[in-house]
């Protein structure tokens, strides 16, 4: 669904209706500016590396995201890839992640975005089990940055701590 405005003070409702038909499941809205050639999206399956798991013979490492599980040693679960076409300005990463436990008040991921040119990490922030809302459903972490200097190379990785399965979609 594509909808253009031309006034930017127009107001705008997303709606999902359900007419008791089907199991319907909304994983996410994705709001963007067509005209801003900067938005990216990368998807862990296909173009993330991982230090946890390997990918399989299709070149993907799984189905649904990559997941740690509790017996794993702490790692980089999911890291890159390396972007350096960032235009000047403010920035936003969103983490897709999921926990089997959000119980525990115990750290289990680290989500983190990082300069490879300054060798330095931009942001980060240290998720616990219970920040997360639900067990077993994919929720949305962000991390707000900003790019001060063109072609700059960024790397936007999640470390697993562990404590609880995770999942990165």
Do not use: W
Request: overall charge negative.
């Amino acid at each position: 669904l594509e909808y253009e405005s031309s006034n930017i003070s127009d107001r705008i409702e997303y709606r999902v209706f359900y007419f008791k038909k089907a199991f319907i499941s909304v994983d996410s809205v994705t709001v963007k500016d067509i005209n801003v050639k900067t938005n990216m999206e990368f998807e862990a399956e296909t173009d993330l590396y991982s230090q946890i798991r390997e990918k399989d013979s299709d070149g993907k490492y799984g189905k649904f995201g990559i997941e740690a599980v509790v017996t794993d040693t702490p790692a980089y679960l999911a890291y890159g890839p390396y972007i350096d076409k960032l235009a000047l300005g403010s920035f936003r990463a969103d983490f897709s992640l999921k926990v089997n436990d959000n119980t525990l008040n115990s750290d289990v991921i680290k989500i983190e975005v990082y300069n490879t040119t300054k060798d330095r990490i931009i942001t980060y922030k240290t998720l616990k089990c219970n920040d997360f809302e639900k067990s077993n459903f994919t929720q949305v972490f962000s991390l707000y940055f900003n790019n001060t200097q063109l072609n700059d190379v960024y790397e936007f990785r999640a470390f697993y701590i562990g404590n609880s399965e995770t999942i990165i979609d």
